[in-house]
């Protein structure tokens, strides 16, 4: 099972700023991550699949939870970021082609992985039955139609809200012309509720970044993991510089994009316990 090319995806995990990204996503998402997911009915023994796991650590928090018995899959294209640790189990696997087991999991995870892939719908068509009949799915995705701009406080005026408005205007054309779903995160809920889930929760999350925030260190990654791209799309080495100045002045304000997780179970089975009620809480 293995994949070269990752179609659809801006980002690179062969890229020299792959492990600083990884780290950005944990620190911004992983407290809202490991919160809805101590929803679920997680428990010893459990069998969770985390798609596109990056850098691993909602992996790694998993198989802390359902340790003793339990274990955790973790699936990524290029999953060199996603070390094996007990518990966890490291898969190079292409979620829109590679073949999953029916019927496995107690719990499937993914972060920030469908919103890239142009497969979604089918992704997502794919994972329910790989769910145990009444195991749950989380996905956590942006909604980027949503970002706040920039609120210029003392040193930092209208040259740097300009600067932040031109980086995210250009990151989000680039998103969508690589076949990103802006508004995935709001319309997951719908997708997953017509894809047979029912109990759908969605919460959303919206931070405020300054910064010294993890959410600002990665759109100031976003600047350089993605020059190349933001370079061929017309925006100058300058304007990309004044961005990342902006965004790291210690007058930055910005709101953040709405985070959804949303929470579905695949009908019937045991492990029918209601969100909110599982036995980690
Ligand atoms: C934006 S990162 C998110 C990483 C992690 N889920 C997190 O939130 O910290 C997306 C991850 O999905 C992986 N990915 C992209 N396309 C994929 C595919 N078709 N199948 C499996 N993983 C994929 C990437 O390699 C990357 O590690």
């Given at each position: ?8 995806y801006v ?6 700023d ?11 998402y992983?407290?809202?991550t490991?919160?809805?997911l ?6 010893p ?37 996603t ?6 189990d ?13 019927g496995?999991?107690?719990?499937i ?7 890239h ?9 794919r994972?329910?039955?790989a ?5 749950w799915?989380?996905?956590d ?19 740097a809200?300009?600067?932040y ?26 997708a ?14 919206v ?30 080495e ?9 965004m790291?002045?210690?007058d930055?304000?910005a ?8 929470q ?18």
């Amino acid at each position: 099972m293995t994949t070269t090319q990752v179609p659809g995806y801006v980002f690179d995990n062969e890229h020299a700023d792959a492990a600083e990204q990884h780290r950005c996503l944990a620190g911004a998402y992983d407290a809202f991550t490991t919160r809805r997911l101590s929803r679920l009915p997680l428990a010893p023994g459990s069998v969770c699949l985390e798609v596109g796991a990056g850098g691993g650590s909602v992996a790694r928090w998993l198989a802390e939870r359902v340790a003793p018995g339990g274990s955790v899959l973790a699936t990524d294209v290029k999953p060199q970021h996603t070390p094996p640790t007990p518990g966890v189990d490291v898969l190079t696997h292409d979620i829109t082609c590679d073949p999953l087991p029916e019927g496995a999991f107690d719990v499937i995870h993914a972060r920030l992985v469908l919103l890239h892939l142009p497969e979604r719908i089918d992704v997502l068509r794919r994972l329910v039955p790989a769910l145990k009949p009444g195991g749950w799915l989380q996905l956590d995705e942006f909604d980027e139609t949503t970002y706040g701009p920039l609120i210029p406080l003392g040193a930092s005026g209208d040259a740097a809200a300009e600067a932040y408005r031109r980086y995210l205007g250009a990151k989000l054309r680039l998103l969508e012309s690589a076949g990103v779903d802006l508004a995935w995160g709001r319309s997951a809920a719908t997708a997953m509720h017509r894809a047979g889930l029912v109990g759908i929760d969605a919460e959303p999350e919206v931070q405020q970044w300054r910064a010294h925030s993890p959410g600002t260190a990665l759109q100031v990654h976003n600047t350089r993991h993605l020059r190349d791209r933001f370079l061929a799309a017309g925006m100058t080495e300058e304007q990309l510089e004044e961005a990342g100045a902006a965004m790291s002045h210690p007058d930055f304000l910005a709101s953040s994009c709405l985070m959804y997780s949303t929470q579905g179970q695949r009908p019937g089975g045991e492990a029918a316990v209601a969100a909110g009620q599982g036995a980690s809480r």
